[in-house]
């Protein structure tokens, strides 16, 4: 049974090489969708072909982070590609069974025994808690260990599932993988979550690098604060008001339901 990743990039050299590399060790194929990247991604790419990464196709970049057109377009590769499992991932996750010792590959492999189809993801949300805190060029997931677990819904994350010939990634904005008949296991995976490395990075990002589409925003009501960024409500949280996966396990007792980087107050 092969299970592919869906991933697709502009300018993610930053989290490529880890997550490329996290993905083959899982057990867990890729396959990449470039938007424009001008960062060296694409390099970072091309060295992991026939190394658990099976394509690399190229999409123009039209000036903002599309991500309808992301979403139709992962749609079409998993009829394409076959009757696989596929994942919705992205550059800055790294997903991972709960139990320990058990890779990615043997946790969906078991769900689909079981009769499964679909799987939910527990989200772990990994940030600096101080403004001079710089994990950029660094193990970022060594230099940030300190998490909150995100739920601002229930199901937040069905991105895995097994090849559905309907499948409906848009409904969703990509959290949920929607088609008749699912089957979704009752025991949800883990997602490792790190959407920005440092004070400057997240900055960097959300006021200059990442142009959302105004449609998806007005039509969609999709990217929320992140289309609107605005610097004087972002904030880190502190450590004590986090918890340390590493030390405490997957605690889930305390669910964040808005970002403390997008003004989001904490539970």
Sequence with gaps: MRIIA????????????????HLAEQGVESYLI???????????ARAWLGHGLIGIESRPYPGFYDWRGILERKTELATELG??????????????SPVPGQTLAAAITAADAAGYDAIDFLEFVFVPTAREQDARGDD????????????????????????ARTV???????????????????????????PFL?????????????????????KFGWHGKRACFDEREARLPPPE???????????????????????????
């Design 6 to 21: 869906l991933l697709a990039i502009r300018n993610e050299a930053l989290y490529l090489e880890r997550c490329l590399r």
């Design 34 to 44: 470039d938007n424009d990247s001008m960062d060296g991604s694409l390099e970072i």
């Design 83 to 96: 009757d696989h499992w596929y994942i919705h991932h992205d550059a800055d996750e790294i997903r991972q």
């Design 140 to 163: 970022y997931v060594t230099a940030l260990p300190h998490a909150y677990y995100f739920q601002p819904n229930p199901l937040h994350r069905v991105n895995a599932w097994r090849h």
């Design 168 to 194: 409906d990634l848009l409904s969703f904005g990509g959290h949920r993988a929607e088609f008749p008949g699912r089957r979704l296991s009752p025991e949800p995976l883990i997602l490792r979550h790190y």
């Design 198 to 218: 440092s004070w400057t990075h997240l900055l960097n990002k959300y006021q200059h690098e990442r142009q959302y589409s105004a449609y998806e925003v007005e």
């Design 241 to 267: 008001a986090l918890i340390r996966p590493d030390v405490e396990g997957w605690r889930t007792d305390r669910p964040w339901t808005a970002h403390p980087f997008l003004g989001g107050a904490a539970p």
